[in-house]
C-alpha cells in the first residue's frame, strides 16, 4: 500500500507517454471480443436449445410404463412448472367399412407445452398452427387413417365405447419422435374422451407421459429430484436423448459458435503479448534508474505488476461495457431469426471476459516483467543484451496453462479448445523455424545484390531485426491465421455443414409396403419423377448372442446399450454396403455368406467389434452372421439408414416389409395420396418439419457468424499495429543513422515498403497454410463433414497481408523518416 501513490503515478506517466496506449486497447479488445461473443453465443445458444425443445413438446418429457404418480405433477407444479399429461398406445379405430389399427394418443388440454400442431381441414389444403389440443368429442388423425377406412373429415370416428367426429388432419406433430417407423398411424383426442372410451382398463399396455416445460434452472432442479425417485422402465427425455436427429446439428452450432470466440482470444493474446513486450523493451532505461536511486527487485516488481493490474482492470470493465453494447446491437438482426425474442445471456460471458483480460494481459506480461526485474544499474550507462530468466520461461509456461484454461472454457469442449489452442501454439513454432529459416536464405541472397541498394537495405534492416522479424512475421501470420479461418467458417465450413443437409433431403419416409406391392409403389413413384428412389427391405430383430455367448442388459452399465439389448431395432439386408464409402473398417459384404455390416455407434456402445460372431433373434429364428465391416452412417442426411446390414443369405427368407425415403417437393402431395388411395395399408411420414428445424439452425450460425467475423477484423487490425509498433523505436534510430550516412528519405521509404511487403506475403502464405490445414482438421475431427479446398483463401491471405502490412507501416511507421538525424543522435 505504501507503493500505491507510485503505482498510480507511474500509470498516469506511461498513459500521458503512450506506452501503455497499445496494452490498454489490446485487452480492451481482447475483452470486447471475447464478452461479445460470449454474449451473443450464450443468448444464441439459449434460443436454440429453446427452438430444440418445440421440437420434443416440452423442455422435458418423462416416461412410464406405469401411470404418472400423482406426486409428480404436484411438485412441479410448486416448482412454478407447467405439466400436461399424455397416453399412448395401439387401438383399433374405424368406421361402417370397417377397423383398423391406430396408434391412440390422449392429451390434456395445455398440450404441447413449446412449438405447435400443424393441422388441415381439408386434405391438401393450407396447413393451420395450433397450440392447442383437440376439443372434447373431437379426434384429429392422420391422412393415412381416412384413406384406410374411407372416412372424411366432419364424419364420425369409433374409437373404443365411443364416436367422435374427426375434425382436423394432423400434418405435424411436434413430440412424434425419430420412432416414426414403429407406430401406426395417429389418432389425437382429449385425455376426457380417452377414459369415457372404455379402452383403459386392467393390463392395458398404455404408454404414460409427462411433459414438463418453465424456467430452466427450475426444470434441472425437477429433474435431478426425479433421477431420485424413478424406477426400472421409466426414463427422461430431453432434446439430447428425445430428438437425436437434431443434437448433432445443434452441438454443431454451438461449435461453430465457441470457434468464432476462441479465434478472437487468439487474435487477442497475439496483441497482448506484442504489447507487452514493447513495454519492456521501453521500461529498461528507466527500471535502470530506480534501481540506481535505491529500489529493490521486490518493489520494481510489485510497482510494475501494480500498474498492469490497474490498467487490466479498468481496460476488461470498458471492454466488457463495450461487449455487451456489441451484442445488443447483433440481437435485432437474430432475434427475428430465431422467431421470437432471444433469452438474456447470463454472467459467465462477463466472468471469461474479465478472466481473458487479467489473465492475458498479466500472464503474456509476465515474461518482460520478470526480465525488467532483472535490469541491472548499469544498464542506465551502458545498454547491454539481458539474458532471459528462468523465471521468464515458467512465467510463459504459466501464461500458455492459463490461455488454455480460458479456451476450453469458452469451448465447453475439451477436444475442440484443447485441439485449437494447440494446434496455433504449434502454428507459431512452425512459423517462428520458417521464418528463420527464409532469414538464413535472405542473408545469403543480400551479398549478391550490389545493383539494388534500396534492397539491400531493406534486407539489411530485416536480418538484423532478426528476432523483432521472426516475431512481427509470426504474429501477423498468426493472426492472419485465426482470421482466414474464420472467414473459412463463415464460407466453406458453414457450406460444408449444409451439404450434409441438401435441398433435397429426404422429407417423406414410406413404410409396411408389402413384398407383392414393391414392383408397383416403385412404377408409382418412378411415373412421379422420382426415379431415384429405391426400396429397402426392414426386418426386425433382437441380439441375443456374441461369439456364442448370450447378450443382456447386466451386461452393460451405459443406459443406450442397455436399451439397444433390450429391445428390437431395424435390420435389413443387401448384396453389398449401399455407401461404400462409409465402410471405416472392414470389407464389403459377400451376398452368399453369413455376413453383417454394423454401423460404428452401435458397434461402440454394445462393444462389438471386426470378426465377431453375431446372433440375432428374428421372428423367433436363429441368425448367425459375422461381422466383416463398421460403417460411419450420415443419420443427417435423412435417408434410410440401419443399425444393421445383412447379406440376402442370411435375411432374405425372413419376414419383411418394406421402405423407404424421398424428397416431395411442394404440391406434390397429389403422389402420397394416389399411393394410399392404391395401397391404403401404407403408411407415409412427413419430415419436413425437422429438415426445416435443422436448416433453421444452419442459417441462425451462419449470420451469427457473419456478424461476428467483422468484431474478429477489428482484433486482428491491432495486431498489426502491435507487431509494428514494437519496431518503431528500433526503425527510428535505424533511419536518423542511415540518413545521417547520406542516404535519401526516398531511399529510406523504398526500403521499408519493400521490407514490410515482403514480411507480408511470407505471413500470408504462412497464415494460408495454417489456416487451410486447421479448417480440415476441425471439418474431420470436430464438425465430422468434408471439407472443400478452395484457392481464395491463398490469394485473400497473401494480399491482405502484403496490403495490411504496408497500409498500416505507412499509419503506425509515418513519423519514423520525419524525426530530424540531429535529435535522435543526441539521444543515443
Known amino acids: 500500500m505504501k507503493l500505491l501513490p507510485l503505482i498510480l503515478k507511474q500509470c498516469w506517466r506511461d498513459a500521458r507517454a503512450g506506452d501503455l496506449r497499445l496494452l490498454a486497447l489490446a485487452v480492451l479488445i481482447a475483452v470486447a471480443a471475447v464478452t461479445s461473443v460470449g454474449f451473443l453465443a450464450d443468448r444464441v445458444g439459449r434460443a436454440l436449445e429453446r427452438d430444440a425443445a418445440q421440437m420434443l413438446g416440452a423442455d422435458l418429457v418423462v416416461e412410464s410404463p406405469s401411470a404418472i404418480p400423482e406426486n409428480w405433477l404436484l411438485r412441479a407444479q410448486d416448482n412454478g412448472l407447467r405439466t400436461v399429461r399424455s397416453w399412448q398406445f395401439p387401438s383399433m379405430v374405424g368406421g361402417d367399412a370397417g377397423l383398423m389399427l391406430a396408434s391412440l394418443k390422449g392429451v390434456e388440454s395445455a398440450y404441447p407445452l413449446r412449438g405447435a400442431l400443424r ?7 393450407p396447413e393451420v398452427t395450433t397450440t392447442s389440443a383437440p376439443d372434447i368429442g373431437e379426434v384429429w388423425v392422420d391422412p393415412q387413417i381416412l384413406a384406410q377406412t374411407g372416412l372424411k373429415i366432419g364424419q364420425m370416428l369409433k374409437v373404443g365405447d365411443l364416436k ?116 519492456g523493451q521501453r521500461h529498461r532505461n528507466s527500471v535502470a534508474m530506480m534501481r540506481c536511486l535505491g529500489a529493490t527487485q521486490r518493489q520494481v516488481s510489485t510497482i510494475l505488476i501494480g500498474e498492469f493490474v490497474a490498467v487490466g482492470v479498468l481496460a476488461s470493465i470498458v471492454g466488457g461495457l463495450i461487449g455487451w453494447f456489441v451484442q445488443m446491437a447483433g440481437v435485432g438482426m437474430l432475434a427475428g431469426l430465431v422467431g421470437a425474442e432471444l433469452p438474456g445471456a447470463g454472467w459467465t460471458p462477463a466472468a471469461q471476459g474479465l478472466f481473458a483480460g487479467l489473465w492475458l494481459l498479466l500472464a503474456f506480461a509476465w515474461p518482460p516483467l520478470q526480465a525488467l526485474r532483472h535490469i541491472p544499474p548499469s544498464q542506465i550507462l551502458r545498454a547491454q543484451a539481458q539474458p532471459i530468466p528462468l523465471q521468464s520461461w515458467l512465467g510463459y509456461a504459466l501464461g500458455l496453462g492459463g490461455f488454455l484454461v480460458l479456451m476450453w472454457w469458452v469451448a465447453q469442449d475439451l477436444k475442440l479448445g484443447a485441439g485449437l489452442a494447440a494446434g496455433f501454439v504449434a502454428a507459431a513454432g512452425v512459423f517462428a523455424l520458417v521464418s528463420l529459416t527464409c532469414l538464413w536464405f535472405l542473408a545469403k541472397l543480400r551479398v549478391h545484390l550490389d545493383g539494388f541498394p534500396v534492397l539491400r537495405f531493406a534486407l539489411a534492416g530485416v536480418i538484423r531485426r532478426r528476432g523483432a522479424t521472426v516475431a512481427q512475421t509470426s504474429a501477423l501470420a498468426i493472426g492472419m491465421m485465426a482470421i482466414l479461418l474464420l472467414a473459412i467458417v463463415r464460407t466453406d465450413l458453414l457450406a460444408g455443414w449444409q451439404r450434409t443437409l441438401p435441398a433435397d433431403a429426404p422429407n417423406r419416409f414410406l413404410i409396411n409396403v408389402q413384398t407383392d406391392q414393391v414392383d408397383e409403389v416403385q412404377r408409382t413413384l418412378s411415373k412421379a419423377g422420382l426415379d431415384t428412389v429405391r426400396l429397402s427391405p426392414m426386418i426386425r430383430g433382437r441380439l441375443i448372442a456374441r461369439n456364442g455367448a448370450t447378450v443382456s442388459s447386466a451386461d452393460y452399465t451405459d443406459a443406450r446399450a442397455q436399451r439397444l439389448v433390450e429391445r428390437e431395432f431395424n435390420l435389413s439386408y443387401a448384396s453389398n454396403v449401399p455407401e461404400p464409402r462409409q465402410i471405416v473398417a472392414g470389407r464389403d459384404l459377400d451376398p452368399k455368406a453369413y455376413e453383417v455390416s454394423l454401423e460404428t455407434g452401435l458397434a461402440k456402445s454394445l462393444r462389438l467389434e471386426l470378426g465377431d460372431t453375431l446372433e440375432f433373434d428374428v421372428a423367433g429364428e436363429s441368425v448367425k452372421v459375422l461381422v466383416t465391416s463398421l460403417r460411419r452412417v450420415d443419420w443427417d442426411s435423412m435417408r434410410a439408414n440401419f443399425f444393421a446390414i445383412l447379406t440376402p443369405a442370411a435375411l432374405a427368407d425372413a419376414p419383411q416389409t418394406w421402405m423407404t425415403a424421398f424428397h416431395l417437393p411442394p404440391g406434390g402431395t397429389r403422389t402420397t395420396q394416389e399411393l394410399l388411395e392404391r395401397f391404403p395399408n401404407l403408411t407415409v411420414f412427413d419430415v419436413g418439419a425437422i429438415l426445416s428445424q435443422l436448416q433453421s439452425i444452419l442459417d441462425k450460425v451462419a449470420v451469427a457468424v457473419q456478424g461476428l467475423f467483422v468484431f474478429s477484423l477489428l482484433a486482428g487490425a491491432v495486431v498489426l499495429a502491435a507487431a509494428l509498433t514494437a519496431t518503431r523505436d528500433e526503425r527510428v534510430r535505424e533511419a536518423a543513422l542511415l540518413r545521417a550516412f547520406g542516404a535519401s528519405r526516398r531511399q529510406l521509404a ?79
Request: include cysteine; charge should be positive; charged fraction near 15%.
Open 164 to 279: 367422435l367426429t374427426i375434425a382436423r388432419a394432423i400434418a405435424y406433430e411436434p413430440d412424434r419422435g425419430p420412432q416414426f417407423v414403429n407406430l401406426a398411424p395417429r389418432v389425437m383426442l382429449r385425455a376426457e374422451d380417452l377414459a369415457r372410451s372404455g379402452l383403459i382398463t386392467t393390463g392395458s399396455r398404455i404408454n404414460y407421459a409427462l411433459l414438463i416445460a418453465g424456467n430452466g434452472s427450475e426444470v434441472e432442479r425437477y429433474r435431478a429430484w426425479l433421477d431420485t425417485v424413478m424406477r426400472s422402465g421409466q426414463k427422461i427425455l430431453t432434446v439430447e436423448s428425445g430428438r437425436p436427429e437434431i443434437r448433432r446439428s445443434l452441438d454443431r452450432a454451438q461449435q461453430f459458435l465457441a470457434l468464432v470466440a476462441m479465434l478472437a482470444v487468439l487474435i487477442a493474446a497475439v496483441a497482448v503479448a506484442l504489447g507487452a513486450r514493447r513495454f
Open 119 to 125: 393441422t388441415v381441414t381439408v386434405l391438401g389444403g
Open 750 to 828: 523504398g526500403a521499408m515498403r519493400s521490407e514490410l511487403l515482403a514480411v507480408g506475403a511470407l505471413a500470408g502464405i504462412l497464415a494460408s497454410l495454417g489456416a487451410n490445414l486447421a479448417a480440415w482438421a476441425l471439418s474431420h475431427w470436430v464438425f465430422e463433414f468434408d471439407m472443400r479446398f478452395s484457392l481464395w483463401p491463398w490469394l485473400v491471405g497473401v494480399t491482405v497481408c502484403m496490403l495490411g502490412a504496408w497500409l498500416a507501416g505507412a499509419i503506425v511507421l509515418r513519423g519514423v523518416l520525419k524525426t530530424p538525424p540531429l535529435t535522435i543522435l543526441r539521444h543515443q
